[in-house]
């Protein structure tokens, strides 16, 4: 089965970017025999619609599930309509979590996780964390920005009040995973001082 991870890095042991639309990297890994390809994010950069441009890179290259942190409605409604199972909140090393996607301990999601334009214009670059210097932020700092701005693509109907809950609830499980892996780095760097 060929599956798609989105990755800072170039290789199985690259940790998870748990940005979907403007990930660093995305793998495609064959689950059978672990032999992936991996490739730069085209949209990274993009003004808008990032997410709905990956979404289509993911499906024209064959991926029957996507391992990611968060994904968008457009980007989820765009990867469901091609048969792409969305998995979302993956933190750790990408080779962890295809292990753990091969022993079926994740479920596909049937909606996105975040509400439209999630993180877009605002991200801690440089300067006052929006982007570089004094400005305009536009989410090129490339950090993980957890900010809401205003967008560009169709516009989705409001969440329900279930629906928000639900939202809010995985993405602070989400940012939990990620406290706990920053906590972990922190100590493994402080471990190797201490030699």
Known sequence: MKVAVTSEGTDLNSQ???????????LFVDTDTMEFEAAENPNIDASGGA????????????VQ???TGICGPNAFQTLQSAGV???VGISGIVRDAIDKYKR???QSVAQPNVPPHFGVGMGPGYGMGMGRGMGRGMGRGRGRGM????GM?????????????QMLKQQSDFMKQQIDE??????????KGCD
């Not at 998870?16 to 995305?26: N, Q, V």
């Not at 900010?147 to 205003?150: C, E, L, N, T, Y």
């Not at 920053?182 to 471990?191: G, L, P, S």
Request: proline residues 7%.
């Open 16 to 26: 998870i970017d748990p940005r979907f639309g403007r990930c660093a990297y995305f």
């Open 51 to 62: 997410g709905i441009q990956s979404a289509q890179l993911i499906a024209n290259k064959g």
């Open 65 to 67: 599930a996507l391992l």
């Open 85 to 87: 199972q969305v998995i």
């Open 104 to 106: 079926g301990e994740f």
């Open 147 to 150: 900010g809401m701005g205003a």
């Open 153 to 165: 693509g169709p516009t989705m109907p409001e969440p329900t009040r279930e629906q928000e809950l």
């Open 182 to 191: 920053i906590n972990k780095r922190i100590n493994k760097i402080e471990e």
